[in-house]
Each structure stands twice: as C-alpha cells, then as structure tokens.
C-alpha cells in the first residue's frame, strides 16, 4: 500500500464528517496524532491549513441555502481575526505539555453534551 493512502482516506473521511458538521477538524488531528504519529503542534498546523480550504468550500452553499447571518459574519470577523492572532502569538510562548489533558477533558464533555443534547431532542 502506498504511504500516502491512509492519510488520502482519513483526510477525506473527516473532509466528508466535516462538510456534514460533525468536527472533521478535531477528528483529523486525533487520526493525525494517534494512528499517523505526527506530533501535536505539526497535526495542528496542518488542521489549521486543512480547514481553510473546507472552510472556502462551504462558504457558498451556506450563503446559498440561508445558513449564513452577513450581520453576525460581519461583526465577529474582524474580532476573530485579532483574537486568532493574538492566541497564534501567545501559544508560541507556552508550553503545550500544559494544554494535553484540560484538552482531552474539553472533546470528552464536548461529546457527552453532544450525545445527551440529541437524546433530549428525539424523546
């Protein structure tokens, strides 16, 4: 098999989950650390540059379908922009070690929430 299809089938497989809105993004970088072996700071650069493009994609057929607010893109835009920029600045000063487990901990109760949300909408 060659080298490069694993990575082809797990970044289209999480390029599929994402475009559904599952979190293709974090499920990328967990199939990039755990069965690529890519350390963590290099799996979320590449999520990063990997979701540019998804996000670029999407775009369109949002704004198509109505799922876009322009008054709420336009107000939170620029405010993400700089935040972004400033956490990109400040977690090159900080040890990651650090961020592992609070980080572990947020995806766990983000999963539970999710699957106990969706219980409580289809009684």
């Given at each position: 098999m060659k080298e490069w299809f694993l990575p082809f089938l797990l970044g289209a497989a999480t390029g599929?989950?994402?475009?559904?809105?599952?979190g293709?993004?974090?499920l990328l970088l967990?199939?990039?650390?755990?069965?690529?072996?890519v350390d963590q700071v290099e799996a979320q650069g590449i999520?990063?540059?990997?979701?540019?493009?998804a996000a670029a994609v999407s775009l369109p057929y949002h704004r198509k379908n109505g799922y876009l607010d322009t008054n709420v893109l336009r107000s939170a835009a620029p405010l993400g922009t700089v935040c972004a920029l400033a956490a990109a600045m400040i977690s090159t000063s900080v040890d990651?070690?650090?961020?592992?487990?609070?980080f572990g901990l947020f995806l766990?109760?983000?999963?539970?929430s999710m699957l106990l949300g969706q219980r409580k909408k289809g009684e």
């Open positions: 599929v989950l994402s475009a559904w809105g599952v293709g993004g974090t967990l199939c990039m650390t755990l069965f690529l072996g999520n990063l540059l990997y979701f540019l493009p990651i070690t650090i961020f592992r487990k609070p766990l109760y983000a999963g539970v």
